[in-house]
Each structure stands twice: as C-alpha cells, then as structure tokens.
C-alpha cells in the first residue's frame, strides 16, 4: 500500500473564512481513499495565495519530499500548486526529481511533452485569472468610491473613530473629540509660533496627552498630521499608486515604491471637518517656506572620510548631533559636529568637531604658509 499525502489551499481570507478548503480537503481524501493508498500527511495553506511560491506548508513539503515519508502526492487541481507557471513547473519539478508520483484531480500525471504542455496551459490560464480578478477589485472599488462609499483602506486616522459598516448603517468617520482636540491643538501651535515637529512632541508629552494605545509620540507624526488634508473634511482616495501594482500581487517584487498619483485622478469624499481649510492652508504655507530654509545639512562635514580611528583603523564619519542648553528664556537647541567611529570600543568612540577641525585648519596653516616646510 503506497503512503499518500494531500496538499490543499486557498487565498484569500474570506474562502478561509467559508471554509471552502475543508470540501478540499474532504474530496482529497476521498481520492486517496478510492486509490487504495495510507493517508499518512496533510498539508494545509489556509489564506495564501498561490501567486507566493513561499507558503509555510507548501515549504514543508518541499523539505519533506526528500524523505521517504510518503510515495504519492494528491493535489485537487493545478492552481492549488500556483498561480503561476514557473511556479508550478519549480514544484512539479522538484517532486518528480525524487521520484514521488503526482496526482491532480484524481488523474496520474505522467512526466510527458503532452502532459508538460497541459500543465503549462492550466497554469497561464490560472494566471489570466487572477490578473482578471485583480482588475475587476480595482475597477469595483473606483466605482464605489465614485459613488460616495467610504473605505478604511486598514488607515484609522487620528482624531477620527472608523466605524465599521453593519447591514445597518455604512462605513462612516466619526470625530474623536478628545483626539481632535489634540489636533487643533498641535495645528493651532505651529501655525502660530516658530516651533519645529519635535518641540510639539515634547510639548504634547509635558500635557501628559496619551497617543493611540501601542504608539509613542514622535515628530513623524506629527509632521504627518500637518501633511493629512483629511482634517479639513474631506476623505482623499486613491492618491498614491505603486510602481509595480500587478507584479506585486504576483509576488515577484519585494521593495514597493508608492509615487504619487495625478491629483485630478483623486476622488473625494466628505467626512466631518476637524480644522478649517484656512488653518490647513496656513499650515502647508509655513511647512513650505520651512523646507526652503537651510535646515540640518546633509553635505559632507569638512573632515568626513578624513578621520581615522586610532584603535580600529576604520574611518570616521561626520554627522550633526542637537543638545539642549536651559537659557533664562527657555530651552534652547543647539547643534554640534561629531566624528563618529563606526565600531563599537570601550574608548571614546568619537570626538567633538569644534575641537578637532580648527586643530586641522591650524596645521594646515602652519604648512600652507611655512615655505621651509613645503
């Protein structure tokens, strides 16, 4: 009696939900059954899609393939291997090099060019489907958003609760007001005085106001919260896009890139208003002529590259560190040039700039103007 395993799988959340993989899972068996063989292995992927070659049971079977644990693999059709065709034929491959024997949909496949070429047209037609099911979410989400639907898109903004949609009622922001009043509060305080995104954190810290549970506050969100226009009362969708949108649901590309959509392609929908659009536009207007300011500057420091480390023989480099110093009219911020060694020693492991470049620039003199010396 040949030992058999089954591997089952579906995608998506809701067929997880619905359970559709334990009808799968049932005809499986019910193959391995009618076949004479010992079901001794099950290998579930419950909410993965077959477009990732990497899922946590289909990775074990890989492993497992090269043992003698089982003889025969039942699968219930060619997509639940992948979705794709060099997937599929990467799998497939690796099975048949141990000489494990493959069954798809209750049919032997034998490794022949007729068997190779079905397989490859299952495949690219698996792959058409899903291509095709991705363009229809997109193309059905745009129509619900053209027609005033409101989606979370999984970003709960602060100063609004996202209430979730019921047979009831739709989805729906309501305003937070023990949050919104934090958001006037920091657009009200950088509209009106010279103060930078890490000055409001502290500030909102000396209030002891708490952020959102699992969060600290930080000048990230702050500078966000500036940028988020959503407060002046309307929901913005559909303003960012990545670069590589299919091939990522295809699992080929790992880093996504998100570039910024043309703003006529945006599509707006009323929500309640937490500040007025005049604040919000005095806000962007300070924001920008702040960015034209010199701020901290990310050149090369005069000695970066220049310096090295007396222990390590590495090269130090040169970054500009803020320190506070308590004046009669406040905390003020200063900054500081520091040569920094990239290891980590017991020593010092850096040193001030104020010490170290004028030290430079005064050997350089003596040399530059000290004929006997050059």
């Not at 070429?117 to 619900?144: H, N, P, W």
């Amino acid at each position: 009696m040949k030992k058999a395993v089954l591997y089952a799988r579906v995608s998506s959340d809701i067929q997880a939900k619905e359970r559709t993989i334990e009808s799968q899972i049932l005809e499986l068996k019910n193959q391995i059954k009618k076949a004479g063989h010992k079901l001794v292995k099950e290998y579930v992927d419950d909410g993965y899609s077959g477009a990732m070659l990497s899922r946590p049971a289909m990775d074990k079977l890989r492993v497992d393939i090269r043992t003698d644990l089982f003889d025969t693999i039942y699968f219930h059709n060619a997509d639940r291997i992948a979705r794709d065709v060099t997937y599929q034929n990467i799998i497939i491959g690796e099975i048949l090099r141990y000489k494990k024997q493959i069954i798809i949909n209750g049919v032997d496949y034998i490794h022949n060019p007729e068997n190779k070429f079905t397989l490859t047209v299952l495949g690219a037609v698996a792959e058409l489907e899903k291509a095709k099911t991705l363009e229809r979410s997109m193309r059905g989400r745009q129509y619900r958003l053209k027609q005033g639907y409101l989606m979370s898109n999984g970003c709960h903004i602060y100063g609004y609760t996202y209430i979730h949609k019921t047979p009831e009622r739709p989805v729906a922001y309501v305003i937070n007001h023990g949050e919104a009043k934090v958001v006037r509060y920091v657009f009200e305080l950088y509209a009106k005085g010279n103060i930078s995104f890490r000055e409001i954190v502290r500030k909102i810290k000396q209030k002891n106001i708490p952020p959102r549970s699992g969060r600290k506050w930080n000048w990230h969100q702050i500078r966000v919260m500036l940028h988020n226009e959503t407060y002046t009362g309307i929901r913005y969708f559909n303003t960012t896009t990545d670069t590589n949108a299919l091939s990522r649901f295809e699992g080929r590309i790992k880093t996504i890139h998100r570039v910024p959509t043309d703003r006529a392609t945006w599509i707006g929908i009323k929500i309640p208003p937490i500040i007025s659009q005049e604040l919000f536009d005095k806000v962007q207007r300070k924001i920008n002529h702040n960015l034209e300011c010199y701020r901290n500057s990310q050149n090369t420091k005069l000695l970066s590259g220049l310096v090295w480390c007396g222990i390590c023989q590495k090269r130090c480099f040169g970054y500009h560190r803020n320190y506070f110093v308590q004046r009669k009219d406040g905390l003020k911020q200063y900054q500081r040039t520091i040569y920094h060694c990239p290891q980590k020693h017991r020593h010092n492991p850096e040193i001030n700039g104020g010490i170290l470049e004028p030290c430079v620039l005064n050997m350089i003199k003596n040399y530059l103007f000290d004929s006997d010396k050059l």
